[in-house]
């Protein structure tokens, strides 16, 4: 990778029943978490103050139901609403996460924040996985199959055990910054902005 410092959004999911203005103000208590998590924590503080320096860019996105309370009628927490699936599938990733429970609002989950940096949105430099194998030296792997589906060949070659589609699939992973950011590209392709 060249010196260029890397373009960084901070990226949250809200709840849709919500106003668009209380939207923006969970979002925003969501942020203010976060830079309260990640205070004296090495590299998470570094990233957030390079954000929170040179970007400050937010993509608010719907994050569907949030269903933070108990069953009253039993002692199992079984539904979740899509907000509280999302963050443990976050969780579950290892991204750094804040989250906030609006306590005006019955303790709802009612913002998750994680700040993404542009290998996973800028697609134009960045290109998914089926895009870059026509533009790189593993083009041969998409031409080999004449007639089909480049995004069903991509497909195939990222679940392939074949050597030569393993280091294709491996050099475009290294090249979007890493696993994290593959799960972070999948992931968001999920959601429309709130």
Do not use: C
């Amino acid at each position: 990778m060249n010196n260029k410092k890397l373009e960084l959004r901070m990226y949250g999911l809200v709840p849709y029943n919500i106003s668009p203005i209380q939207q923006g103000i969970q979002f925003g208590h969501a942020v203010v978490e976060y830079g309260q998590i990640v205070k004296g924590k090495k590299p998470q503080e570094i990233i957030y103050n390079d954000w929170a320096d040179n970007w400050k860019t937010f993509i608010i996105l719907n994050g569907g139901t949030s269903n933070h309370s108990v069953n009253r009628y039993s002692d199992s927490e079984d539904f979740f609403g899509s907000m509280e699936n999302n963050l443990k599938l976050l969780e579950d990733n290892n991204i750094q996460i804040a989250t906030f429970y609006e306590p005006d609002l019955n303790d709802m989950l009612s913002g998750i924040v994680f700040i993404v940096e542009e290998r996973v949105f800028n697609k134009k430099d960045y290109p998914d996985f089926s895009d870059w194998l026509m533009d790189s030296k593993y083009a041969d792997l998409i031409r080999a199959e004449l007639g089909a589906n480049v995004y069903t060949i991509a497909e195939y070659i990222k679940n392939s055990t074949n050597k030569q589609d393993q280091k294709a699939y491996k050099e475009w992973v290294d090249f979007v910054g890493g696993e994290k950011n593959v799960f972070l590209r999948d992931f968001l392709k999920n959601f429309r902005l709130a």
